[in-house]
């Protein structure tokens, strides 16, 4: 489906460079790599070597005084200089990274950039992650990466801290914004799509964070026990996708321990799965001081004089190449244990090969300057600017419209008012590169599209805003939650006087969904003035400004619509503004699961069978408040006549379908067909379903299109404890529809077995 952007069209960014760089048309000669880096190597004294093994921290603004030896960095944050100018500034470091080297290598410079780069502080900034997997759309995805990818390559970042390929299976936890949802096959999909562009411009895309970065409760970095086929079959997929068919040439472990062992020192990861059983070939960089087990996993050799040398020695045995974040005090340490004998001189070689190898296919050892003609050109230009509104509006996601409300005829609009904690603020969400001018808040874009002088602001407390919104056709509240790294939500529910968020805080804190001294983010009491502004009657379109699922049931019954903007980018604002007079069509789909209450946690498409038949309460219903894959637009559709291309297909052979898709409305839409897996025979317990494969289809009103999908093995097998995969034979249901409950299309297939039995795969060539 996707393929990697031909050599010819990286010619613009740099000369040798192309040859060097793996795509579809061509890769560079394995041998002449080896021999190449095998060549470095030799000419390496030890403290060289070591250097490529350490990472240097440069983050703050102000010239460096030098630079040490090291493998790679992270620029500045500068956003107060023209593109040219940090492009310059950018190579004037490369300089004396190379100077400072007896052989002239160059470092890795690597960047933060889920949406949007951040070193230079005026790049575009996308919609965040779980906004792009809202949009079911690899292709739009693989559009956004490429624009990210062009303005990261053009200032000369060449490794980037992206994807988050982590699946988000509590809502609770903070940094489910970063993820790309629930779903390993939509994460998969949308990853690859990500991480092509990125590979295909020479930049290493540091997937992470390998494998699970929170445990119960939504507890960032909590340590997990799964069982191995588990993580083969659901956790594994995202990263086993972008680093055999996206070409991802960089791994990042998560934080946490898993089954004991933290993942940093865990060679069975690392090693065993990572390059033996997948045949990665880049670098494994261990994420921000992620390396220092002893402080965390109170792991610690007893009397060891220097611990902090014994985690960084461990971690490398395991796996681990690169430890990032500021390292470099390390060099010396590992040239004095390389000359006691406690660091072997062939683990040197191997890890100092492995970056340098990854240099040499990415193509930095012989064009690692930034571009600063192409910077001028492509950074925050007119182009990218577009593509943001076009991926806001394709990520917005609309999950109520009671008896129609939407969209808002801005003729008969005489006036609207605006209310919530996030009406006049742009929330670009997690690792973004900083508010600018430029960018577009709820109000602001509500204010150019209907008219400044029809858009109120409706602030103070509840009583105030229900007298302010007196004659006001409609109220658009922009609700929110505190979220993000390290700030997990144990209560699920939308912030108000009425729930323990509120209640149970000291005075100071106020207004705040979590208790945070140092960095409070008032919420108010929303609750209160979503209840108060219904409660007069005028129509109430709830949009909330989050990264992740919040409990509405204090609220649902006085609003008339719900959607989520998540955090859009910036262009949000914008987007809402389209999306809600009806230019445009909320284009999202739930790319997670939306419980009904924090009871229900966790929850999500692909559950497994239960003992009794199915989940359920006692004292609650067990179906979601929103489905996976639910959304909804403004006009109305119609699947029918599914047909399977065979009945019956070996173990192996692709399972060919098709579906005619009807736009039945008065107006154009887009409608995302999904494709459901329950297989009904297989050797181990197997999810009651679970999606396999998407399609985005827009279409004018009335018109009608019958779409093909393809399932292969990979869609229908399973994976044992060694990762070994399986194709049981026996009958395969499809289910076709728009969301992981409204299915109406179902077909079955019958596999046969291959060889006269299941088929078995090594899980290294998937």
Not at 106 to 112: G, M, N, R, S, V
């Amino acid at each position: 489906m996707y393929r990697f952007v031909s050599i010819s069209s990286l010619r613009r960014f740099c000369g040798i460079v192309a040859a060097l760089l793996i795509s579809s048309a061509a890769a560079p000669a394995a041998d002449a790599i080896d021999q190449r880096v095998s060549d470095l190597l030799a000419r390496m004294s030890v403290e060289e070597k070591a250097g490529q093994l350490v990472h240097y921290c440069r983050d703050k603004d102000g010239e460096p005084d030098a630079i040490p030896l090291a493998s790679g960095f992270r620029p500045p944050v500068r956003g107060k200089f023209s593109p040219r100018e940090y492009a310059e500034f950018i190579n004037g470091l490369q300089r004396q990274v190379m100077d400072g080297s007896p052989n002239h290598i160059p470092a890795l410079i690597h960047d933060e950039c889920l949406h949007g780069a951040t070193a230079y502080g005026r790049a575009t900034s996308f919609p965040q992650s779980i906004a792009l997997a809202a949009s079911f759309d690899p292709d739009l995805v693989g559009a956004v990466a490429s624009a990210i990818a062009e303005e990261e390559r053009s200032i000369g970042v060449r490794m980037v801290c992206a994807p988050v390929l982590n699946l988000s299976r509590d809502p609770r936890w903070g940094r489910t914004e970063e993820t790309y949802g629930e779903s390993p096959r939509l994460a998969a999909d949308i990853g690859v799509a990500y991480v092509k562009p990125f590979r295909a411009r020479g930049i290493a895309t540091a997937a992470k964070h390998m494998i699970a970065n929170y445990g119960d409760g939504g507890a960032d970095s909590a340590a997990v026990f799964i069982e191995q086929s588990e993580l083969h079959n659901v956790w594994f997929k995202p990263f086993r996708a972008a680093l055999h068919e996206g070409g991802s040439l960089a791994v990042t472990p998560c934080y946490n321990s898993i089954n004991g062992l933290p993942t940093h020192a865990n060679p069975w990861l690392l090693t065993t799965v990572l390059r033996q059983l997948w045949g990665f070939e880049g670098i494994v960089a261990a994420d921000y001081n992620a390396w220092l087990i002893h402080d965390t996993h109170r792991l610690i050799a007893p009397g060891d004089p220097d611990p902090r040398l014994d985690d960084v020695l461990r971690c490398y045995r395991a796996g681990m190449d690169l430890p990032w974040h500021d390292s470099a005090w390390l060099r010396p340490r590992i040239v004095t244990a390389v000359q006691e004998g406690r660091f072997p001189v062939a683990l040197l070689d191997t890890v100092a090969g492995r970056v340098l190898r990854t240099k040499a296919l990415l193509g930095v050892l012989d064009q690692p300057f930034a571009d600063p003609d192409q910077a001028e050109k492509v950074m925050h230009c007119a182009e990218h600017q577009a593509l943001a509104k076009r991926a806001a509006v394709a990520g917005l996601t609309l999950l109520r419209n009671d008896e129609k409300l939407l969209p808002l005829n801005p003729e008969k609009i005489r006036r609207l008012g605006v209310a919530g904690p996030h009406a006049a603020k742009v929330k670009l969400g997690g690792y973004s590169r900083g508010v600018l001018p430029t960018d577009v808040h709820p109000l602001a874009g509500l204010q150019r599209r209907f008219g400044a002088e029809r858009v109120v602001h409706l602030t103070g407390t509840p009583d105030e805003m229900v007298k302010a919104a007196a004659g006001c056709d409609a109220v658009i509240y922009c609700a929110g939650v505190k979220e993000g790294e390290a700030v997990d939500r144990a209560r699920f529910d939308l912030p108000g006087a009425d729930t323990p968020e509120v209640r149970d805080q000291p005075p100071e804190a106020a207004g705040t969904a979590i208790i945070d001294k140092k960095k409070q983010d008032p919420l108010g009491n929303q609750v209160a003035e979503i209840r108060a502004l219904g409660a007069t009657g005028i129509p109430v379109v709830l949009a909330l400004v989050a990264g992740s699922p919040v409990g509405l049931a204090p609220v649902e019954s006085s609003v008339r619509a719900v959607m989520t903007t998540w955090y859009g980018g910036e262009a949000a604002g914008t987007a809402l503004a389209e999306v809600l007079a009806g230019d445009a069509e909320p284009g999202g789909r739930l790319p997670i699961t939306w419980p009904r209450h924090g009871g229900q946690i966790p929850i999500y498409h692909d559950l497994y069978p239960s003992g009794r038949g199915r989940i359920h309460y006692g004292d609650l219903e067990s179906s979601p408040r929103f489905p996976f894959g639910f959304g909804l637009g403004y006009t109305t559709w119609t699947l029918s006549n599914l047909t399977v291309e065979a009945a019956m297909v070996q173990a192996g052979e692709p399972i060919r379908l098709s579906v005619d898709v009807v736009n039945t409305g008065k107006r154009a839409g887009s409608q995302v067909v999904q494709v459901y897996v329950a297989q009904r025979v297989a050797a181990r317990v197997l999810p009651l379903q679970r999606l396999e494969v998407f399609r985005r289809v827009d279409l004018a009103a009335g018109e009608q299109r019958t779409i093909t999908m393809e399932l292969g093995p990979d869609h229908l097998g399973w994976y044992d404890a060694d990762g070994v995969r399986h194709i049981d034979p026996g009958m395969v249901e499809l289910r076709v529809g728009t969301s992981a409950i409204h299915l109406p299309l179902t077909a079955t297939v019958t596999v046969g077995p291959a060889d006269g039995g299941a088929l078995k795969k090594n899980g290294g060539t998937p």
